[in-house]
């Protein structure tokens, strides 16, 4: 059983992602690096997992895997870490985000 309460998980597919501001009041999906240098995106399943991991003052929005590839696509960006522990964020083995078939 997970530590986190049915109403702080979200359904499969849907993630809390870090976010940052951007120009004119707009909000960027934060990038994170492995440590062999690969961009990556991180994903929390539940809003306690990203605190955990980032803390409390990480901005966070929440999005669809068709909506984090629709984003980090154009940026060369197909690596999703889902659920990182605090010290394994530059280590945790990615996985590539992939279009959802039509």
């Given at each position: 059983?997970?530590?986190?309460?049915?109403?702080?998980?979200?359904?499969?597919?849907?993630?809390?992602?870090?976010?940052?501001?951007?120009?004119?009041?707009?909000?960027?999906?934060?990038?994170?690096?492995?440590?062999?240098?690969?961009?990556?995106?991180?994903a929390?399943?539940?809003?306690?997992?990203?605190?955990?991991?980032?803390?409390?003052?990480?901005?966070?929005?929440?999005?669809?895997?068709?909506?984090?590839?629709?984003?980090?696509?154009?940026?060369g960006?197909?690596?999703?870490?889902?659920?990182?522990?605090?010290?394994?964020?530059?280590?945790?083995?990615?996985r590539?985000?992939?279009?959802?078939?039509?």
């Amino acid at each position: 059983m997970s530590a986190d309460g049915p109403a702080d998980t979200l359904p499969a597919g849907r993630y809390h992602v870090p976010v940052r501001p951007g120009p004119a009041h707009t909000t960027r999906v934060r990038l994170f690096r492995t440590p062999h240098g690969e961009a990556t995106v991180v994903a929390f399943t539940s809003e306690r997992r990203l605190v955990a991991a980032l803390g409390p003052g990480q901005p966070w929005a929440t999005l669809c895997d068709r909506a984090l590839l629709a984003l980090t696509e154009p940026l060369g960006v197909t690596a999703l870490v889902v659920d990182p522990q605090p010290a394994a964020l530059a280590g945790r083995p990615a996985r590539r985000l992939r279009a959802a078939a039509a």
